[in-house]
């Protein structure tokens, strides 16, 4: 598959339903792409996904505003991109504190823990920004 391309786009609705639905699809198009539901790879980048689209609805929502999630793959890459219109929060894009205590909080935590490479940017086309994660395809 290393050879492919693939690319998956969607607006979501910036609630927790949108951000199920979105994490939903991509593991379809996952699986439709050749990586089954439940291998370790699906699994990744589902998780991936579920992180940064609750991270835009809880820490990026804006009423009257939607999400914004692409799925490429590209040269043995996947990336997952999730853009918002609150470009004032930003992550960390050094390793997050931990807090033992708290209950929440931890979501950046398993993305860096999870992705080979993920960051933040200013979103191009539109006020706000981008979180995104990247995986390889080994």
Request: glycine letters at 8%; proline letters at 8%; charged letters at 25%.
């Amino acid at each position: 598959m290393k050879s492919e391309t693939h690319e998956f786009a969607m607006r979501f609705t910036s609630t927790p339903r949108g951000a199920r639905l979105a994490r939903r699809l991509v593991s379809h198009r996952l699986n439709e792409w050749g990586h089954p539901y439940a291998t370790p790879l699906n699994d990744t980048l589902t998780l991936i996904t579920a992180e940064l689209t609750a991270n835009a609805v809880r820490h990026g929502h804006v009423p009257g505003r939607d999400f914004h999630l692409q799925l490429t793959y590209v040269d043995g890459t996947f990336r997952i991109e999730v853009s918002d219109t609150r470009g004032e929060r930003l992550p960390c894009p050094t390793r997050p504190q931990e807090d033992p205590g708290a209950e929440s909080g931890r979501g950046l935590l398993l993305v860096d823990a999870l992705a080979d490479k993920w960051g933040v940017a200013p979103r191009p086309s539109a006020p706000g920004k981008t979180v995104w994660a990247e995986v390889l395809d080994d």
